[in-house]
């Protein structure tokens, strides 16, 4: 069974660097998505993405944040300088046609020292 | 403001005991809503999508129900591997953005 798939499972770093996050979404999909769930919290919607551009973003999803679909399959979310405030699972995930049938992947958790 | 209320936020059935879930939703126009299961440390997994008020969406032993206000996520005679959070999220007229609740955190005693 297809499925969506992201690296690393966890990553530390440290506050001020630069984080990219990678998924590779299933293969004949076309709407991409990346969603934050701080722990213990709901799951954020940050950003979509659709026809190589953002269909639509969050207030989450400022300037230290972009999105890239570097080739045909992987997708990546960047953020440029890391705060303690960003620590949180991230969320990857992709649809084909069907509104809700998303399918997330495992998620990388993101911690910020 | 769009916005989206599960509850309980946490529900203890034994097993065999039937229980429902609810979202309660206001936007402005719903566009579809959707349940989840999320497993402790992994990703939300897709359960189904209600579009128009009265309609009905089955899986084993889940039942989904939707009014113009709300809906509803039926157990009926959960099992213990049914012991996860069950979230709920909407897509409104004229976005792309799904707003998620804060989710249910079911448990099931054998």
């Known amino acids: 069974e297809p499925e969506v798939t992201q690296t690393p499972s966890h990553q530390v770093t440290q506050m001020g660097q630069e984080v990219i996050l990678r998924c590779v979404p299933i293969s004949n999909h076309l709407y991409f998505y990346w969603y934050r769930q701080i722990l213990g919290q709901k799951v954020e919607f940050l950003v979509s993405f659709y026809n190589n551009e953002i269909s639509e973003k969050s207030e989450i999803f400022d300037d230290q944040f972009s999105v890239e679909r570097p080739d045909g399959s992987n997708f990546t979310l960047k953020i440029r300088s890391t705060k303690l405030e960003d620590s949180a699972m991230y969320f990857c995930a992709s649809r084909g046609t069907g509104f809700g049938e998303q399918y997330f992947g495992p998620g990388t958790r993101l911690t910020v020292t | 403001e769009d916005q989206v209320t599960q509850s309980p936020e946490a529900l203890r059935l034994q097993e065999g005991e039937s229980s429902s879930l609810n979202c309660s939703y206001t936007v402005s126009g719903l566009r579809g809503l959707f349940w989840y299961r999320q497993d402790p440390g992994k990703g939300p997994e897709f359960l189904f999508t209600?579009?128009?008020a009265g309609e009905e969406k089955e899986k084993e032993r889940l039942k989904a129900t939707l009014t113009k206000k709300e809906s509803f996520l039926h157990i009926t005679a959960p099992k213990p591997e049914d012991s996860a959070t069950y979230l709920c999220?909407?897509?409104?007229?004229?976005?792309?953005?799904?707003?998620f609740g804060t989710g249910t955190r079911l448990k099931v005693l054998a």
């Open positions: 209600l579009y128009s």
């Open positions: 999220a909407v897509i409104t007229s004229g976005t792309y953005k799904y707003i």
